[in-house]
């Protein structure tokens, strides 16, 4: 039993992680139909933001250190927002409407600038956010199992974004006029639908959902050059898996690959990270547009 719980828990620590990564990915490329390689710029922008912004704060005369917390949802909605619109109303507006294999193309030339320009800001030495990770300490789950508390959080906060971004898909009614964009662009321009403004809308979201997820995840690491690249094989293991353009593909995915890592750590480490492509092969060869994924008629 303390073992299953062992692996039920990280399991859900990790998949929370994944989907928050991922979320921003699959929602721009649902509106959009841009594969964005350089989501993964977005997070380490916010992880690097998050951590040397919480490093000069406990620095200095720390009034409440809870407030930290604040600090790192506020300066990945601030940079996730400024980044996200810089480069789609200097850049990628100017390629709507092109072949998306183009846009994989630009994009990947994207993380490549960004990476050198968190070198240029940020240096090449790790930094370190420490701090709020620990401020919460340790949960005992079970007999014998103890977990950070940080890591327990995650997973609250990671389904409240979920269930927040699944409210505002169907629910409100900006994200039907989202719907409305997905299912079918030209009809939208038609019925007098800005598209234009949606597409920035939704990309800013995006990459204030990737920085997010680098900002929450700084407690918990080093954050050092590199870290973008691999976050974006892994994000696009799970909207693969679960359907690009998604949310709750993305979720499903996320929540598979998660848990499959964690019987692979606790039951054959060696495997860890075959089984993360292991699980894709096999959905992809079995359901080649993934769990969730709409299956697209050709126009002829």
């Known amino acids: 039993m303390t073992s299953l719980l062992a692996i039920l828990f990280d399991g859900a620590i990790y998949a929370s992680w994944l989907f928050l990564v991922a979320a921003g990915l699959t929602i721009i490329y649902g509106v959009m139909r841009v594969l964005n390689m350089a989501h993964g710029s977005f997070y ?13 704060y406990f620095s200095g005369n720390v009034g409440n250190p809870y407030l930290s917390y604040l ?25 709507q409407g092109k072949d ?12 490549l600038i960004l990476e050198d320009v968190t070198k ?3 240096g090449v030495d790790p930094y370190f956010a420490y701090q709020p990770y620990r401020l ?7 007999v014998g199992l103890r977990f950070a508390t940080y890591d327990l959080a995650l997973i609250v906060v990671t389904a409240a974004i979920g269930l927040a971004a699944w409210f505002a898909l169907n629910r409100t009614n900006r994200g039907r006029l989202l719907r409305a964009v997905i299912h ?7 019925m007098g639908v800005n598209v234009n403004v949606l597409f920035t809308v939704t990309f800013a979201i995006g990459a204030v959902l990737g920085a997010l997820a680098g900002a929450l995840t700084a407690p918990a ?3 050092t050059p590199g ?6 094989v892994l994000a696009f293991a799970v909207v693969v898996v679960g359907g690009l353009g998604s949310i709750g593909g993305a979720a499903i995915g996320a929540v598979l690959v998660g848990l499959t890592r964690s019987v692979a750590v606790h039951m054959a480490p060696e495997m860890e990270l075959f089984v993360i492509y292991g699980v894709m092969f096999l959905v992809l060869a079995i359901r080649p547009q993934g769990l969730f994924g709409p299956v697209l008629a050709r126009r002829i």
């Open 44 to 56: 380490a922008i916010g992880a690097y933001s998050a951590a040397s912004l919480v490093g000069w």
């Open 71 to 95: 600090l790192l949802i506020g300066c990945a909605v601030v940079a996730g927002s400024l980044i996200g619109v810089i480069i789609e109303r200097g850049l990628l507006r100017f390629l």
């Open 100 to 111: 998306e294999i183009l846009m994989v193309i630009v994009t990947y030339a994207l993380l």
């Open 120 to 122: 240029l800001v940020w």
């Open 136 to 142: 919460l300490g340790q949960t005992a789950v079970g």
């Open 184 to 190: 079918d662009r030209e009809i939208a321009v038609a």
């Open 221 to 223: 690491i080093s954050v």
């Open 227 to 232: 870290i973008g690249v691999e976050v974006i």
